[in-house]
């Protein structure tokens, strides 16, 4: 299954990878969307030089698959996942990528305090819950199923490793 995303007016070719569970987005696609550049391929071309130099794992780790071009070919091009493709944003000097790491920086603070206090989270997914419009029984329906979902992995965890202890 291939797609098209866009973000603004600039087309992001994507494709999902039914043996990973995940989605990969054309690099290329996403360096013209967040910048100026008048040539994309370049820009993109440099930039991973320059990734490469600093031993940018997400550099070396991407993908390269055939994917149809804007004039209908099929062209080998670089793609990255979700992870990858937001690690590569980080690293692009432009006034259109700076909402997405102000945003990558306040997710990383939330998901530390989450770390130092675990009832923030459900806090938050609580409110997000409510935000998409779900009822407050539907809410707390979920909240005890995943509850019973954790409580049920770590006694099959617990009885793992009981049985390859004794």
């Given at each position: 299954?291939?797609?098209?995303k866009?973000?603004?007016?600039?087309?992001?070719?994507?494709?999902?990878?039914d043996?990973?569970?995940?989605w990969?987005?054309?690099?290329v696609d996403?360096?013209?969307a967040?910048?100026?550049?008048?040539?994309?391929?370049?820009?993109?071309?440099?930039?991973?030089?320059?990734?490469?130099?600093?031993?940018?794992?997400t550099?070396?780790?991407?993908?390269?698959?055939?994917m149809?071009?804007?004039?209908?070919?099929?062209?080998?091009?670089?793609?990255?996942?979700?992870?990858?493709?937001?690690?590569?944003?980080?690293?692009?000097?432009?006034?259109?990528?700076?909402?997405?790491?102000?945003?990558l920086?306040?997710?990383?603070?939330e998901?530390?305090?989450e770390?130092?206090?675990?009832?923030?989270?459900?806090?938050?997914?609580?409110?997000?819950?409510?935000?998409?419009?779900?009822s407050?029984?539907?809410?707390?329906?979920?909240?005890?199923?995943?509850?019973?979902?954790?409580?049920?992995?770590?006694?099959r965890a617990?009885?793992?490793v009981?049985?390859?202890?004794?």
């Amino acid at each position: 299954m291939s797609n098209i995303k866009l973000f603004e007016s600039t087309r992001i070719r994507s494709i999902w990878d039914d043996k990973a569970q995940r989605w990969l987005f054309v690099i290329v696609d996403v360096v013209a969307a967040l910048t100026e550049s008048r040539n994309p391929q370049v820009y993109w071309r440099v930039l991973k030089k320059r990734l490469l130099a600093e031993g940018n794992e997400t550099v070396t780790n991407r993908n390269a698959l055939k994917m149809t071009a804007p004039d209908g070919k099929q062209r080998l091009t670089d793609v990255a996942d979700t992870e990858q493709l937001l690690r590569l944003i980080q690293s692009i000097p432009s006034p259109k990528a700076e909402p997405f790491k102000r945003w990558l920086a306040r997710v990383g603070y939330e998901r530390l305090e989450e770390i130092e206090d675990p009832e923030l989270a459900a806090k938050r997914m609580r409110a997000l819950y409510q935000a998409k419009g779900y009822s407050d029984e539907w809410i707390e329906k979920r909240v005890r199923g995943i509850a019973n979902l954790l409580r049920h992995a770590g006694k099959r965890a617990a009885n793992e490793v009981a049985a390859t202890a004794g």
